[in-house]
């Protein structure tokens, strides 16, 4: 089984099931009229008796992820404090969550050329792995720190907007291949410095970057510090304006 034709059954199985969570919040009729299906469809797609293709299969998926998907369980769960921030523990730890933000990827970046996964430690890793496993594909990790018994390292540096703090990535000079195709993943993006330099290491490997995937992005600033190729696809899940 190729690995398109396999992506392409993973979609339609996770469109089923996301069809059938929401079939407990909405009527077939209401479901009929937002995803302009007709009921008797609907019906058969939801009881199993046939799967849609991979087309119909997207279109359904795009309109229910709207409804009840990854996206409002987000905002459910967002909660900034008086300073500005949130605590992401609820997030990076919820394996629902992380299933969901899986197949959302699955769904975004399903016929693309991905090859590898890309992510810094730590709070990005939990869900590069479960992307890396719905994309079928490796997982590479950049750490603050030198592991003892790797022979060689890509190196980053960066300064952390508004902290004056420096941070070194090390990434294992063999984690990508220069014919690599790398996604990177990250569970959030707030100034888009580390992206930046996750994107810099792919440069730096002479591999290429085939996307940007992140749960949560706050504000639109970042997307100034991103380098990408034109026609790299960048996938949030939800955008959350930064509180003043």
Known sequence: MSSTHAENLKLRLMTIELLKTAKKQYTYRELSTKTD???TVLSRYAKGH?????ARAKQLWDVLTKLVGLEAEL???IRFNQDGYFDNTSIVGDYNILKQAAHH???TFAGKRVTKILTAAVDGVPLATMVANSLGVNLAVAKRAKEVGVPAFLEETY???GSGVTITLYLPKNALKRRDSVLVVDDMIKTGETQAALVSLVHKAKAEVSGIFSLIAIGDEW???LKLPKRCPVEVVTKVKPKK
């Open 75 to 77: 905002h459910r769960i």
């Open 37 to 39: 299906l007709p009921v």
């Open 50 to 54: 046939v799967l849609p293709n991979a």
């Open 223 to 225: 997307q100034k510090r």
């Open 159 to 161: 300064v952390l907007r």
């Open 105 to 107: 990827a699955l769904a």
